[in-house]
């Protein structure tokens, strides 16, 4: 029996759709746990105080400053924020992710606060919120609502907007 020559290329098209069902918000996937309005779990990420030990709680080779709150921290003071989960020793889309969270920071941090949680460092805070696959970046509103969520990497416009929209409305 022979096949069409187009059959493989079939066969990955239904493989490529049936993986993409398996991810979507309404099956047990790689869907986020935490939908947008869930309150924020009040997690006790690990932090530093001296920003040039960030290598204590992050894979990253390159010192960011995402390391001065926890997350419980900042939902007791009722400021908005960003957390990114991401673990970079091993995920190149991770290490673009946090270097444009990075960027924010550098132009926002006096107005927002930004977080990141790595995944060989910091695990049960991942196990904590549901983390499954990475990156994932979640917004958090004033109120400690989950405001947005986005998997994968995020382009830096829409990153921006997110923060403007929760700085006007904290």
């Given at each position: ?43 006790a ?47 190149t ?17 006096d ?13 049960n805070?991942?196990?904590?919120w ?41």
């Amino acid at each position: 029996m022979t096949f069409p020559k187009k059959t493989p290329l079939l066969i990955l098209a239904l493989t490529a759709l049936l993986a993409l069902a398996s991810c979507s918000e309404q099956s047990t996937g790689f869907g986020a746990k935490l939908k947008i309005g869930d309150d924020a779990p009040k997690s006790a990420n690990l932090t530093v105080e001296d920003q040039n030990n960030w290598y204590e709680v992050s894979t990253m080779d390159t010192k960011v400053p995402l390391y001065k709150w926890t997350i419980a921290n900042l939902i007791e003071e009722g400021k908005p924020f960003m957390v990114v989960f991401g673990t970079p020793q091993h995920c190149t889309m991770c290490v673009d992710q946090i270097v444009r969270v990075a960027v924010m920071e550098e132009k926002y941090g006096d107005k927002f606060s930004f977080l990141h949680v790595d995944g060989y460092k910091d695990n049960n805070i991942w196990v904590e919120w549901g983390v499954k696959g990475e990156p994932w970046t979640y917004f958090v509103d004033a109120t400690g609502k989950i405001a947005s969520v986005f998997p994968g990497q995020t382009e830096l416009g829409l990153l921006e907007l997110e923060i403007e929209k929760l700085i006007s409305s904290s």
